[in-house]
């Protein structure tokens, strides 16, 4: 079946802009995760969903990331008045939710670029 | 919060040789992942482990649950050079808890 896609796969922008990036999770997966990977580091976590549980914000960097997952599916991060060292690669994983399993299954990522 | 300790950070190897690496914890995991990731690619998800002293293997890829419950080891067998990438262990700190990943192991496989 389908797995974790994400869009753009690409996406530069300008200091100051805000730019959203969206996630689809792999079908019945209710659960869905955020990370942000800089070049040649680990991942760092950002945003966790559970079905229509208060999402887990506490590796948002500041109060210029937000997500939402609409209907319990697709998922946004919205970055606003995005910098320089916004600039990473930010994945998006799904899992069947922690009461099932641990497994996460990742998406090919967006690659940010800020100018 | 919890850190999960990779080493060795980096390797560099012939094609042909055998690969080991490990994932050490303070604090007793009850599941162990073992992921890859390719150069501009999501990590995919090698290996699970779900009980202590389990010994799992994916083709040339062969990974331990420590008896002790607080390690990990991955081997990979007979390196081929598209086993470059970055390999990174994960698990969940307390019962229902979200994973925690490593740091990851860059390996360099040399033709």
């Known amino acids: 079946g389908a797995g974790v896609s994400q869009s753009p796969s690409n996406k530069v922008t300008e200091k100051g802009k805000d730019v959203e990036l969206r996630c689809d999770p792999i079908?019945?997966?209710?659960?869905l995760y955020w990370y942000r990977q800089s070049l040649g580091q680990g991942l760092e976590f950002l945003i966790y969903f559970q079905g229509n549980s208060a999402p887990d914000k506490s590796g948002l960097p500041s109060d210029r990331f937000s997500a939402e997952r609409t209907g319990g599916s697709v998922s946004t991060l919205t970055i606003q008045r995005t910098q320089q060292e916004d600039s990473a690669v930010y994945l998006c994983?799904?899992?069947?939710?922690?009461?099932?399993?641990?497994?996460?299954?990742f998406g090919p990522g967006t690659r940010l670029t800020v100018t | 919060g919890q850190q999960l300790n990779q080493s060795p950070q980096s390797m560099f190897i012939q094609e042909g040789e055998d690969v080991s690496m490990n994932c050490t914890s303070s604090?007793?995991?009850?599941?162990w992942l073992w992921y890859k990731q390719d150069p501009g690619e999501g990590p995919v998800l090698l290996i699970a482990l779900y009980k202590a002293g389990e010994l799992t293997s994916n083709g040339r890829l062969t990974a331990q649950f420590g008896i002790t419950r607080k390690d990990s080891f991955l081997n990979i067998s007979a390196s081929i050079p598209s086993d470059v990438g970055i390999y990174f262990c994960?698990?969940?700190?307390?019962?229902?808890?979200?994973?925690?990943f490593g740091e990851g192991t860059q390996l360099t496989v040399n033709p």
């Open positions: 994983a799904s899992s069947l939710g922690l009461a099932y399993s641990y497994e996460q299954y």
């Open positions: 604090s007793i995991f009850n599941t």
């Open positions: 079908s019945g997966h209710t659960a």
């Open positions: 994960a698990g969940p700190p307390a019962r229902g808890s979200r994973l925690t």
